[in-house]
């Protein structure tokens, strides 16, 4: 992918990847999960495959391929249909030597961390040829639920699973439960830089009545607000933290001094690496002219919706064409003078 390539040289005279950014990213776009596969072939019918992935839009596939490179394990594929890659590692040994040992040092928070040491204790178990009585697949197979609660598995299947393993009891369904609600290790610069790279949104709003704002979200899984509480906090306490409406949580900031003095510096120190950190060139390159020049020319926003206006998703959820709001602003000026 020739774009992806250039994309990556352009990136990489600003960007060293840190082992902070990927468990930052991996808390976002990452996963520590457990397929659960019934097979006659394997002990008790069940064949446990634990695996590590991480998850990136097509066009920032080259981050990835870096990751790929930094841990010099694992496969990457290509979904066009969906247009994603995923890196991904299944090998007990990689996932013993080089993966676990990695996020024990630079830990990612909260539902993740739970995820991952549940994890650990899999992979360890089958890499060492422990747990093979069938008490010990009953352990197995609960650490392997528990690591995800959310996933999609149904009730009919969660039934299957417990018989063969002759689990009756409904004691012994109960899964391991998340306790981690605080963050005991330190939630470093570069994790949050690898954090807005996953599940940080930069954006430009243009208004009908020909206004233009800038706006900045992480958007997180419910069981993350002590992570977000500590990016806000280390972010010089700015912005809010709300609850939205599908029961996840949003950090944004949205004031104009907070995105100037405290906001920008940061990123400008903490690059992004993704296809968002051109989507950040635009943003605050219109954030720093809405603070330069108030209010705004109409040549200054005609700039800006040349810049901006197909932004993200080649903009596709705009209400309006590019061409109409154009003529929005210049109907606009047009009253303004007479």
Not at 51 to 58: G, R, S
């Amino acid at each position: 992918n020739l774009k992806a390539t250039n994309t990556m040289i352009k990136m990489n005279q600003t960007f060293i990847l840190s082992p902070g950014y990927i468990s930052g990213l991996t808390q976002s776009d990452g996963s520590f999960f457990c397929n659960i596969i019934i097979s006659k072939q394997h002990r008790f019918g069940l064949q446990f495959r634990p695996k590590f992935t991480i998850t990136a839009d097509l066009n920032s596939k080259y981050v990835l391929d870096s990751i790929q490179f930094y841990f010099n394990c694992g496969i990457l594929t290509v979904n066009n249909k969906n247009h994603t890659a995923e890196y991904e590692v299944v090998k007990l040994e990689d996932l013993f030597n080089i993966i676990i040992p990695h996020f024990k040092q630079y830990p990612v928070f909260c539902a993740k961390w739970h995820a991952f040491n549940l994890f650990v204790v899999i992979v360890s178990a089958m890499y060492n040829k422990e747990k093979r009585t069938l008490e010990g697949r009953r352990e197995l197979l609960k650490m392997a639920l528990s690591m995800n609660i959310s996933s999609n598995r149904k009730e009919d299947r969660l039934d299957l699973l417990f018989n063969l393993l002759e689990i009756i009891e409904e004691k012994d369904k109960i899964l391991i439960p998340n306790t981690n609600f605080t963050i005991d290790t330190p939630v470093t610069d570069e994790n949050i830089a690898g954090i807005i790279d996953g599940d940080g949104s930069v954006y430009i709003s243009f208004q009908k009545n020909g206004d233009i704002n800038t706006g900045f979200s992480i958007t997180t899984d419910k069981l993350s607000m002590p992570l977000l509480e500590q990016i806000k906090n280390r972010l010089n306490d700015i912005g809010s933290i709300r609850k939205g409406t599908k029961d996840e949580l949003v950090y944004s900031v949205t004031g104009l001094n907070q995105k100037t003095e405290t906001l920008i510096p940061f990123i400008d120190k903490n690059p992004l690496f993704s296809e968002r950190s051109q989507h950040y060139d635009k943003f605050r390159t219109v954030t720093l002219l809405l603070k330069d020049e108030q209010p705004l020319s109409l040549e200054s926003k005609i700039k800006i919706v040349e810049l901006a206006y197909n932004m993200n998703k080649e903009g596709k959820h705009r209400n309006l064409t590019k061409e109409q709001y154009l003529e929005i602003l210049t109907t606009n000026k047009k009253k303004e003078d007479i």
